[in-house]
């Protein structure tokens, strides 16, 4: 009688749950490499958005106590310089976020590997330099505009109940460069200039020097060239000049004051300051024709389009920096 020889049950397979997305290949790579600086920016970013939003939290508190918003200003502005104060330090701070971040991300991305030699031993391998470059560019860039953006968005939440009083903050300077696209722009834009300043150097440290100098007059560019981004309004009057110029919108800026004559012609306020008497600058006035005054001035209403413009210029200078950077880099890299 022959036995049968039994093949024993497979087992039971094991349920898995879904597979959690992990890096893997070069983008593993580089953020390991990386990932000190890309986790403290990711704290930086969350400690500093979780204060803005307490802080918001306090100013609408405010606020709503006084009748916002639908009291008069004069009543629920009463008592508000903390929060104003707060407001102008976290501006201030966030000035300065990109120029830290050119100066200690953007620098260092490819001139630490390139002056200890990492760059030649990764591309060496699988690896071409254009695709080198594009992971390190790539991810830099993420973990940049997701930071900045984040920032940007809760700082403008923040301001909004208040952003139409200059006295609280100056929306031409610094809600200007704190809200919408242009911390992202600028932040990007100076972090990629920092990359190519290293990519040329091969020194981190000089490269870091010299990123400071090229963020500091990016910066400069900037704030002197802002306002020329939006559209300049003019408001006329023609009743005489001694009840003074005309009142502005609320929150307009105003950028210039002058005389205009019968002809339409603009003379400077000053015009007859030194003829003599009243009756002496009364004639004179006369003699010149002028019948009120010219205001020019640029509406809050114009700053979002003001913010895309500006921005829309830095993301393409930074996108012209990035074509160097591979362009440069695909021969010169190592």
């Not at 009463?78 to 200690?104: N, Q, Y």
Request: proline letters at 5%; hydrophobic letters at 50%; aromatic letters at 10%.
């Amino acid at each position: 009688m022959s036995s049968a020889t039994t093949t024993p049950p497979a087992p039971p397979a094991t349920e898995r749950g879904p597979r959690r997305p992990r890096l893997s290949g070069m983008t593993w790579l580089i953020w390991r490499q990386h990932r000190a600086a890309f986790w403290t920016m990711l704290a930086l970013t969350a400690l500093a958005v979780a204060w803005m939003l307490y802080q918001r939290a306090g100013l609408l508190d405010h606020l709503t106590a006084k009748g916002w918003p639908h009291s008069s200003s004069d009543k629920w502005m009463e008592d508000i310089t903390p929060h104003s104060a707060a407001l102008a330090k976290a501006a201030l701070g966030l000035g300065f976020v990109p120029v830290l971040l050119g100066v200690f991300l953007g620098a260092p991305l490819l001139a630490g590997d390139l002056e200890s030699g990492t760059a030649k031993l990764v591309t060496s391998q699988a690896a071409s330099p254009a695709r080198w470059l594009a992971a390190k560019i790539g991810i830099c860039a993420l973990v940049v505009v997701v930071c900045t953006a984040a920032v940007s968005f809760t700082f403008g939440r923040w301001w909004a109940p208040v952003s139409r009083q200059n006295t609280v903050l100056d929306w031409t300077s610094s809600g200007f460069d704190n809200t919408g696209p242009v911390p992202v722009a600028l932040a990007l834009f100076t972090v990629l200039g920092g990359v190519a300043i290293g990519m040329v150097l091969r020194r981190t440290l000089l490269s870091m020097v010299v990123t400071f100098f090229f963020a500091v007059a990016v910066q400069l560019a900037w704030g002197q060239y802002r306002l020329d981004l939006g559209h300049v309004v003019r408001i006329t009057t023609d009743s005489g000049v001694d009840g003074g110029a005309p009142s502005l919108p609320t929150a307009a800026f105003e950028i210039d004051q002058s005389f205009v004559t019968s002809s339409g012609e603009t003379l400077g306020w000053s015009t007859c300051v030194r003829a003599g008497s009243e009756k002496a600058v009364e004639a004179c006035r006369e003699q010149k024709g002028i019948v009120g005054w010219a205001v020019d001035y640029l509406p809050i209403s114009q700053m979002s389009g003001m913010q895309w413009f500006g921005a829309s210029i830095l993301f393409a200078l930074a996108a012209a920096v990035t074509a160097f950077v591979f362009l440069w880099g695909r021969k010169r890299v190592v």
